[in-house]
């Protein structure tokens, strides 16, 4: 497709498991984000790549949150051991080009609920 | 604190109706993005502003840059029940030639009644 695709969509994991959440940003884009958007509330940003080059990553809330990007373009973002203030919907965004402040294009989200 | 405050956090009101939305801060951005986001699905961007007093229009929706770079609006007129979802402003700190992060708001969510 033309757009950002993120996989999966919904995902239920219980305490202490692990999950990847996926994203295929547009094709060409040089920029890939990470954002964690809680209930009601605006996105925070977690990590950017810059093609394979994971850059920032300072917005990471702990060591069990891991995010690659091997071949500049898909990138996974892992949450190990995953504990309940882990629920939340993860979006992933793309943009051309490697500028931190150009038009970002984002994917529908991963929502993940854990129990 | 968040380095953006949007205000009010949340707004219903009847299809017609004007309505204005508000983006503050105490620091100066280099340039200031608007997003809209409906349930389910990522933001879109609506427009991006890059000079203090800079007024743009998208149809019938506003949005004007503050002088000082610090703070944005969003007038809607005439609203429509499509007008429905998130409203968030996303600003980058003035800095480097590729440009600082962005940092985004806390939202407006707006509801429409027909």
């Known amino acids: 497709g033309a757009g950002v695709s993120q996989s999966p969509r919904y995902k239920v994991a219980k305490r202490g498991q692990d999950v990847a959440l996926r994203c295929d940003p547009i094709s060409g884009h040089v920029s890939l984000f990470w954002y964690q958007q809680a209930l009601g509330q605006g996105p925070e940003f977690l990590t950017y790549f810059q093609n394979e080059a994971q850059l920032d990553k300072s917005g990471l809330p702990s060591d069990r949150f891991f995010a690659e990007r091997p071949e500049g373009s898909v990138s996974t973002l892992k949450i190990q051991r995953t504990q309940q203030e882990d629920s939340a919907v993860y979006l992933c965004?793309?943009?051309?080009?490697?500028?931190?402040?150009?038009?970002?294009?984002f994917g529908e989200g991963s929502r993940l609920t854990v129990l | 604190t968040q380095l953006l405050e949007q205000s009010p956090q949340f707004l219903s009101i009847q299809e017609g109706e004007n309505l204005t939305v508000y983006c503050n801060s105490s620091?100066?951005?280099?340039?200031l993005q608007w997003y809209r986001q409906e349930p389910g699905e990522g933001p879109v961007l609506l427009v991006t502003v890059v000079t203090g007093g800079e007024v743009k229009k998208l149809k019938r929706l506003t949005f004007q840059f503050g002088d000082a770079r610090k703070d944005s609006s969003l007038h809607i007129t005439a609203a429509q029940p499509g007008d429905t979802g998130l409203y968030l402003c996303a600003g980058a700190l003035g800095g480097n030639n590729a440009g600082n992060m962005l940092t985004f708001g806390g939202g407006t969510r707006l509801m429409v009644k027909p």
């Open positions: 965004a793309s943009s051309l080009r490697a500028r931190l402040d150009g038009e970002l294009f």
């Open positions: 620091s100066v951005f280099s340039s």
